[in-house]
């Protein structure tokens, strides 16, 4: 089955600088790859998505890129807010449609 | 307000005793599915259900057991919880499959077996 690996496990950015995540997926047929922020107390919630047809896409100060020939995704926040201190999950979804695969996920911590 | 609702939100009890999580969404969501969360493993899925009737096995399905009898509901039954089964536990429901969609997450059940 797919399994989907995220680095770091922990990242600490001061604020206004940028963060990156990186996942790598071992299902080669995946074509769904969206990212969960979940803040405290909480449930994941969607911030962005990429499908497999799409090398890059964007939305305000976050970005998520996929290189499927490296079977690699990332997610790219810029000018880091407090408010973005969280955990986020990284996940891959294959051609069966019927679940997410997440990574171990990624405590965000932004420094004011 | 569109959401997932799950209930209890904290759980402490002792092994062996049965217990049931409740899962409810108000969306018409066809699938439905349980995620259990634990630290440095991300989200394991635990059961799916692509819609009323049909239930299938995630990930790790041992020890826990499901019934979708209507479109609206998916709980999540412990017939005898053991303490590796304290975790966090998310019920997710999607308008489809979740690589159309995406999820929408209830809030989380923390479960604590002793």
């Known amino acids: 089955g797919e399994n989907v690996e995220q680095h770091p496990s922990t990242l600490s950015v001061q604020e206004g600088d940028s963060a990156v995540i990186k996942c790598t997926y071992s299902?080669?047929?995946?074509?769904?790859f969206p990212w969960y922020k979940q803040e405290l107390g909480k449930g994941p919630q969607l911030i962005i998505d990429?499908?497999?047809?799409?090398g890059e896409k964007k939305d305000q100060r976050i970005a998520v890129t996929l290189n499927k020939t490296a079977k690699h995704f990332s997610l790219h926040i810029t000018e880091t807010q407090p408010e973005d201190s969280a955990v986020y999950f990284c996940a891959a979804s294959g051609a069966a449609g019927n679940k997410l695969t997440f990574g171990g996920g990624t405590r965000v911590l932004v420094k004011p | 307000e569109a959401q997932v609702t799950q209930n209890p939100r904290y759980l402490i009890t002792v092994t062996g005793k049965k217990l049931t999580v409740t899962c409810s969404q108000n969306m018409n969501h066809e699938y439905m599915s349980w995620y259990r969360q634990d630290p440095g493993l991300g989200l394991r899925q635990i059961y799916y259900?692509?819609?009323?009737?049909?239930?299938d096995k995630g990930d790790v399905p041992e020890g826990y057991k499901v019934s979708r009898k209507e479109k609206r509901n998916f709980p999540l039954i412990l017939e005898s919880p053991s303490p590796n089964q304290t975790s966090l536990y998310f019920c997710?429901?999607?308008?489809?499959?979740?690589?159309?969609?995406?999820?929408?997450f209830g809030s989380g059940t923390r479960l604590t077996v002793v």
């Open positions: 997710a429901s999607s308008l489809a499959g979740a690589e159309d969609y995406g999820y929408t």
């Open positions: 990429i499908r497999s047809n799409v």
């Open positions: 259900s692509m819609n009323v009737e049909v239930t």
């Open positions: 299902d080669s047929a995946s074509n769904y």
